[in-house]
């Protein structure tokens, strides 16, 4: 019947139609949508430069797909007085998202890049589309980052930062203590309402009918608005000022549900019913994440408190199943990577005290950890990196201390590798009589390291630039810290070494902005590690050293070099969000992999991807680009 | 697309459009100082049996509508004509079109009234206009004794007289479409044709607005201009 159907459909109907299934969202709409698509379209054309969509065109009225050719977002960056491009949008893409969802107009000056054709609909189909297709729905709000982000920092921001758990967000509401509701009828003066509401100490009230139906909420919120706009005196009965039909679900949704549902329509309150609609209960945004504390903070707790190495071994697959449930919700790449740091900080400390009350060497030493784990990056795969910084007490030369502590690392080095910190294939460890230093040697390190190095030899080293203290006093290592931070500011060789060796790992992407694959033998594979992450890391941490910024970790040397000028804030935050999101993508395959059963690798192949995800992952490589080419603007290299 | 034939031909024996004939079809245009951005424009595609329009016939006909610069996908028409008694196993494999596809067809004479009444006396524009202004005008004849002359434009002239250093490496259809790096769903189908044919238009409307060209007549004088330019070389 449908290839029937679509027989009966002009040749050039059935061309577009088939034009869009090669592309997302459309891929996944059905045909009669398509159909809709294809005959309400205009097909336009824009040459080389021409302005397809500009902030001055007021609010967008149009939603348009690249047919062939590109378009770029064009923005003015006021301190250089030029033009940047902001973001390009190939065939297949759709565009604008956030200002057609939103009803304003755009905020970016979209622009031809290339002789470009676009299919383009007026706002009525796209409603018509939008409320009757769930993908293209979907699509749409997914992609509004406006919106993604209010989704993401509500649920992320409440529920992970208040440690989400593991399971809390799929508790059914009805386990949930529903607050009794406090209702009122729709008759009830505003006055009386508001009252009721101040005598339970509550933000809402829900107005329901004589069967208990709910109808309407009102809220402290719309009380302001009545009064701001002047809607009318408050013995006006509630009826006229609520919201009406309020958002409600059964009692057997989870609180993932509620909190979506919430986040998406900016709702703080929902009302849950039984089967036959009847109001059971409120459940308020409050609620919801207040029950989530829990498991973070008890898994750190039990591993910090944990008297056997064996507890500890066996609480590591908690912290996957932790890891595995927060990237399910979707949670912030950034936010997880810290989690799972702190849990690992947690363990080592762990791992630290219990041999130091078995086997206490003597000496105080400051345990530091260095590369991602200095900068508090890490993910399920991680190495060991790590060293010791002591101090040598007064009569005992610095190989009398070694002789004292590298047995003891040598136990932590080994025990951590039971704890599923693999050991380090370049020695990098504390056992290492070469990374077991005072600090007058760490210093001294230091000064041949900043003054003679080679790009060679840079490369290995580049890691120690990213320390961090995990155990022990940290006076020592931040004493350490500014004398080499004030000799890498000074040496702006070092500096331009540093960049040139920055710029040795380029973003795969090939002139085309199609995906540069490792090589011929691994075809499709691209390394997020490496190719990906890598780019970001290093061309940020010459700017950091640069600049005095003494944090380690990628994300927040970005916002520190913003906050001091270095970085434009929208590029900040457009080096952000790329980073995370390579980020998200890399850790969803290693829980991919985990539940698969194989080793966890940094590979990926992008086919395997959705093509949204596939699209952010070649912006995010754009984004690499542009933050190398500011290194190479700065180092002139 | 049959079904709009139906409804259309239902209203016109019920009097709504006319009687079945010509006399209430629209006028064609001439080339005066309407604004190309205001205009709407046809851009037709013929498949036929053959080359000669003397002993060719007609079997496909697509077209699109160009309104505003812009290509209109609900305004088009697409249609394949009922010609039983024709032999057309010459350029069946051209067009993909088999006989058995045309019995399915329509009654000749409805869907060229319906084509008039459609093209509303707009110009018409197509690649090599010449010939289908030819078949167009030699079937419009016979079938329907209809002799009004519309305004033809030929798009093979329009893209050299914007684009005069384009290396196409040829003046077919094709070269241009690759020249501007267009994908044409289906060659040799009259709608597909039809649609590449527009979306060359668009391209060079755009450059037009470029230059200054803003009405169907400075259209239609420069490419007149470009044409002398032409023979002069020619000679």
Redesign the interface.
Known sequence: MASNQDSNRPQNTRAIMSFLREHAPFSSMDDAHLAHFAEHATLRFFADGDEVLSPDDGVVKRFYVVKQGRIRGERHNEKEDRTETTFEISRGECFPLAAIIGERPTRTLHRADGDTFCLSIEQDAFITLFSESDPFRDFCLRGVSSLLDQVNQRIQSNAMASMGSSNSLDTPLERYALRNPIVCSPDLPVRKAVARMHENNVGSIIITDDNRHPIGIFTLRDLRTMIAEEKGPLDTPVRQVMTPDPCRLPADADAFEAAMLMAEHHFAHLCVVDDEQRLIGVVSERDLFALQRVDLVNLARTIGTATHLRTLVSLRSDVSRLVDAMLAHGADSGQVVKIITTLNDVTVRRVLELNLKKNDPGIPFTWLTFGSEGRQEQTLLTDQDNGILFRTPEGMTEEQVREKLLPFAQTINKELAECGFTLCKGNIMASNPKLCLSDREWDDWFIRFIDASTPQNLVYSSIFLDMRAVFGPTEPLHELLEKVLARIRKNALFQKMLAGNALQRKPPLTMFRNFRYLNEEKKHALDLKRQGLAPFVEAVRVFALANGVETANTLERMEELAKRGVFDPKDANAWKEAYSLIQAIRMRAHQEMLDRGEELTNYIDPDDLNPLDRRILRESFRQAQRLQQKLEVTYQL | ??DYIKQWLERRRAGQIGAHEQDNLPAPKSAGDQLLSDSRLIVLDLETTGLNAAKDEVIAI?A?AISG??????D?F?LILRRPELDISETVLIHGIGPEALTQGHETEDALLYLLDWMNGDPVLAYHSAFDQKFLEKTLRVELGYTQQHLWIDVADLLPAFFPDAKTGGKRLDNWADF????V??RH?A??D??AT??LT??A???AG?EDVKTLKELNDKLRYHRRLQNMHRF
């Open positions: 697309m049959l697509g699109v610069g812009v290509i209109h996908l609900e088009q697409d501007f790096g267009l994908e769903s289906e189908h709608a597909a039809a649609l527009a979306e668009l391209v409307l755009n450059k470029k």
